[in-house]
């Protein structure tokens, strides 16, 4: 009863930053209609970023999260300007160019990283990388629990600044529909630059959340990628409540199917789910609770 | 019905011959690798350039028809010869399953799909050690030591996929093929099942694309679930050398994946040596810190070939001819 | 022939029935749910509840490219060209349903360009064609299925006079040839002048069914179309 517990409360931890990830994600879908393919990588990016400067810098990873997520949002904002926006004017026969696209950045990040530091396996340990207390015989790990804190932080900042300010809303209305968005004034090439850079920001802050309890090396960002996407289809494209669903439902099968089937199948649980729902709910969460 | 062109003939002839005048093992390497993929890229072609439907997981195919083949030598004992016969067979029969999962979808979450299939295959022939051997692989005694005889195989599967596409094209498949390309929803009210026909195109992809993987077990004589179920080496490179070459043209994939495969080599061997050579002839110590991260950066350059292609031409060598050509100043301008 | 449906809360238990060979017409200012019947009876949706007959047949459950090869074609309300197809091509694939070689499916397809005024376009792509060309491209498109019965979408939207009258033209040619029509508009004059009845619908709803000058005078109707046109 205890490792159903202990599993459980792994997953939830694990499945608040998943939801960053996830909500990132999203909010590129529903704005941009784009699957990135590319997103696990940016995460990868920020990674590597944390560790350069904790390594380098001595600066605590909560501390950088200063760092990356500009610096992310920043490259985001490049990618989207001078790669992604210009396709849209392009002419060809076939309309996944955008997602090929992320397909190559993906693959050009990735060895830029590997270039810069080899595929050897980096990670960053801190005081609390390791640490852990108890709750009623239940070890929750402290890095973990700080980054769920954070994240549940970073959450709720996303939902204030989608419906409060005006580029949120800005947002909310050209992933709604494009043409009267645009009608309206805003200008939807710009948003779609914000929103690559906020997807970016947000990804980026799960990655340096994660790096204290992860190991780090160039290809991790491809299974993030895939988590990312099971994320967002299982929540419904373009719903940031159904990212948190999705990214917790995906945290909590992880754990659960490491725990009880095998380590092996962390990777197949997640894509099991996602066809699954691809089968079974095509709308994903958001069509059961229409939120 | 085929209406034979004297270039193909000429460039054909050249093709049947390149083996008694090529005699280096390195460049009839080369040139199988050539085929096999325009094998592939054809097959892609067909249900991604001509159906319009873009599929991440081609993989799955050539790693079934691959396992196919490894596993009649392996595992029953026959020649692996069997496998080139019905390799084609198993990826078709792999084919209904993928097209139902993945046909409900339309656009990019039909690419995301075929992706994840891809990697379900992929963990699946890792896992399930008991028929694949898991990392393992598969190692068979290859019945030919000479590469002639593979050579003539991988030409006689190229040419057949190149007349499949040259006969499909121009005839009510085609034209089905491409309406639902255009416009699904048009399609339907015209008449055509699109999704029975959108099954029809993903058949010919895959037994073209598990054929070439049973000759890959074949010629190679070593595979495993990483190699055969990559997903950036088969399915992705599937999709550039389509998308290099040209969609929706029909000597598009032969364009592209001769260039892709060069360019794969090129950066391989860092410029054939000729970057070993300069740095030998110039004693730069730099130039061996160039040669030595050009010949480890293939991938990079993929991934630059793919952002730049998009950008730039994205209808590919063959598609974007004239575009070329202009550029180049060698066309006529257009008043 | 003879149609029973209703249901979807845009189409609220409409019922009606079609006579062979007529133009039979069906009005309604914009939203009212007209697009949709269209959509229902192409099982492009399905209905929620109600039924679809065609010549004794119960077509309901049908799928759309059944439908079609069954004998109802139609058209879209905004234009579906197959764009990097030739005009030509377009009609040939639809031709296709009825041919099987291609010699056939061509010889056919010339013939339905040339019944609608189209020839001249044949090696023009699709999507270089003027709005007016395309309208009839997709005519033609649905007539090369050699339907029996052909559901017209707001043909006459965004054409100017001269194109509309020759659009009239046509869609009586059809008539002629022995195709029943339904057409669907919200521009009167057309539908007035070609409609043998219309049946007019708002908000989902049947207000009024009859000769075009019954519905013209009827009060439902004119109050519906209220800040609408209304060439009566």
Not at chain 3, 154 to 180: F, V
Request: with cysteine; net charge positive.
């Amino acid at each position: 009863m205890e490792v159903f517990w202990q599993t459980l409360v792994a997953g939830v931890l694990k499945g608040g930053l998943y939801a960053l990830i996830g909500i990132g994600m999203t909010l590129i879908m529903g704005v941009m209609g784009i699957i990135n393919l590319a997103h696990g990588q940016l995460m990868m990016v920020a990674m590597y970023l944390t560790y350069v400067c904790f390594h380098y810098l001595g600066l605590d990873p909560y501390l950088v999260l200063i760092i990356s997520m500009p610096g992310l949002f920043l490259l985001g904002v490049v990618i989207q300007k001078y790669l992604l926006n210009p396709l849209l004017k392009v002419e060809s026969l076939l309309p996944e160019n955008q997602v090929l696209m992320t397909v190559g950045i993906g693959m050009v990040l990735t060895e830029v990283m590997r270039f810069i530091f080899t595929s050897n396996y980096l990670s960053v340990k801190t005081g609390y990388s390791d640490a852990t207390f108890f709750i009623g015989g239940v070890s929750f790990s402290v890095a973990l629990c700080i980054a769920f804190f954070f994240a549940a932080l970073l959450t709720a900042a996303m939902f204030w600044f989608l419906i409060k300010t005006d580029l949120g809303r800005s947002i909310r209305a050209v992933a709604q529909d494009v043409e009267a968005a645009s009608l309206m004034g805003v200008n939807a090439e710009r948003i779609r630059t914000m929103t690559l850079g906020l997807g970016a920001a947000l990804v980026a802050a799960a990655g340096t959340l994660l790096l204290p309890v992860y190991y780090l090396f160039p290809d991790i960002g491809g299974p993030f990628t895939r988590k990312a996407f099971v994320i967002t289809i299982l929540g419904g494209l373009g719903s940031t409540v159904g990212a948190i669903f999705g990214g917790i439902t995906l945290g909590l099968a992880e754990a659960f199917g490491a725990t009880y089937i095998g380590m092996d199948f962390e990777d197949m649980v997640g894509l099991v789910i996602f066809i699954l729902v691809l089968l079974f709910l095509p709308g994903g969460f958001k069509r059961l609770t229409k939120v | 019905m085929i209406k034979p062109r004297l270039n193909h003939l000429i460039v054909l002839l050249l093709l049947i011959l390149f083996p008694l005048v090529v005699k280096d093992a390195y460049y009839r390497h080369l040139m199988i690798l050539v085929l096999m993929w325009v094998t592939i890229g054809s097959g892609w072609n067909i249900i991604a350039g001509y159906t319009g439907q873009v599929s991440f997981g081609d993989a799955c195919f050539f790693g079934v028809g691959a396992y196919t083949a490894g596993l009649f030598a392996h595992k029953l004992g026959l020649s692996a010869w069997w496998g080139l016969a019905l390799g084609g067979f198993t990826a078709l029969a792999i084919a209904f399953p993928f097209g139902w999962i993945c046909f409900r979808l339309r656009g990019a979450y039909f690419a995301l799909a075929t992706l994840a299939l891809n990697e379900v295959f992929r963990h699946m022939a890792t896992i399930w050690e008991s028929l694949t051997e898991g990392m393992v692989g598969i190692l068979i005694l290859q019945t030919f030591v000479s590469k002639v005889p593979y050579y003539y195989i991988a030409l006689a599967l190229a040419v057949a996929s190149l007349l499949t596409i040259e006969l499909v094209v121009h005839s009510r498949l085609g034209y089905y093929f491409v309406s639902i390309r255009e416009d699904q929803d048009a399609a339907e009210s015209i008449g055509i099942n699109t999704h029975y026909y959108k099954m029809v195109s993903l058949s010919f992809a895959a037994f073209l694309t598990g054929m070439a993987g049973s000759l890959y077990m074949n010629y190679m004589g070593f595979i495993d679930p990483e190699v055969v179920f990559s997903l950036h080496d088969i399915s992705i490179m599937a999709i550039l050398v389509g998308i290099v070459g040209g969609v929706g043209t029909i000597y598009g994939p032969a364009v592209g994946a001769f260039v892709m495969v060069a360019v794969q080599e090129v950066f391989r061997t860092a410029g054939f040596g000729a970057l070993r050579a300069l740095t030998r002839a110039s004693g730069w110590s730099f130039m061996e810190l160039v040669t030595k991260y050009v010949s480890e950066s293939h991938v990079f350059t993929f991934g630059v070939l793919v952002v730049v292609v998009i950008l730039v031409m994205p209808n590919g060598l063959v598609g974007d001819w004239p575009k070329i050509k202009r550029a180049f100043g060698l066309g006529r301008s257009r008043g | 022939m003879s149609k029973n449906f209703g249901g979807l809360r845009a189409v609220d238990n409409v019922s009606f029935e079609v006579q062979s060979g007529e133009i039979f017409g069906l009005i309604g200012p914009n939203g009212s749910g007209k697009t949709t019947i269209f959509n229902l009876i192409n099982h492009y949706y399905p209905v929620s509840s109600g039924r679809i007959f065609f010549g004794g047949k119960d077509i309901t459950r049908r799928k759309t490219h059944q439908i079609c090869s069954l004998g109802i074609g139609r058209t879209f309300q905004v234009v579906k060209p197959l764009k990097r197809m030739t005009v030509l091509d377009n009609v040939i694939a639809s031709a296709f349903l009825r041919h099987r070689s291609v010699s056939l499916a061509r010889g056919a397809a010339e013939e339905v360009l040339d019944f609608c005024g189209l020839t001249s376009y044949r090696t023009y792509l699709a999507r270089s064609l003027p709005i007016a060309s395309r309208k009839r491209l997709e005519i033609a498109r649905a007539l090369a299925t050699q339907p029996k019965l052909l559901l017209l979408d707001e043909t006459a939207a965004g054409l100017n006079p001269s194109e509309l009258d020759e659009a009239i033209g046509l869609i009586k040619q059809i008539r002629e040839s022995g195709i029943t029509v339904i057409i669907v508009e919200h521009i009167m004059k057309v539908i007035m002048t070609i409609s043998d009845r219309i049946h007019a619908i708002n908000h989902g709803q049947t207000i009024a069914e009859g000769s075009p000058g019954e519905v013209a005078r009827d009060k439902k109707v004119i109050e519906a179309y209220l800040g609408e046109e209304s060439h009566a």
